[in-house]
């Protein structure tokens, strides 16, 4: 059987350019794209050698109002791997943004936060 990766999720924003800048500063990811995408829109792409998170925005986007929990399809977290959690915190808290929902458990400790566009993120370290 082979072993199959997740090489990238994409995801809308309203600033690909500063949500791009943030995923840059708090995880140390580099910008591997950037350029027209469908509908109009534009994409930056951001993340490792290997996977990355497409940042796209149409011209003109309206920001849909339902709980991606409760609505089939929706987007529920992006989930990243850190070495050192209490450093990633120190710099979400520095952007201005509030974790929460933090939880230590066997084999590691986490952290939630949301970005300026509400799309949260789980912050997990195993180390």
Not at 8 to 14: G, K, S
Not at 38 to 50: C, D, K, T, W
Not at 59 to 78: F, K, M, Q, V, W
């Amino acid at each position: 059987m082979s072993h199959a990766t997740l090489e990238h999720l994409n995801v809308t924003v309203r600033d690909p350019d500063a949500t791009a800048a943030m995923l840059e500063h708090l995880f140390g990811w580099k910008e591997r794209w950037r350029g027209a995408a469908i509908h109009g829109g534009r994409s930056i792409h951001v993340g490792s050698p290997s996977d990355y998170i497409a940042v796209y925005a149409l011209p003109e986007a309206s920001p849909d109002a339902g709980d991606s929990y409760r609505r089939i399809g929706g987007l529920n977290h992006i989930g990243v791997v850190v070495d050192d959690l209490d450093a990633v915190e120190a710099k979400v808290v520095a952007a201005g943004l509030t974790p929460h929902s933090h939880a230590d458990y066997d084999p590691g400790r986490r952290f939630y936060f949301n970005d300026a566009d509400g799309i949260e993120f789980e912050v997990v370290s195993y180390a």
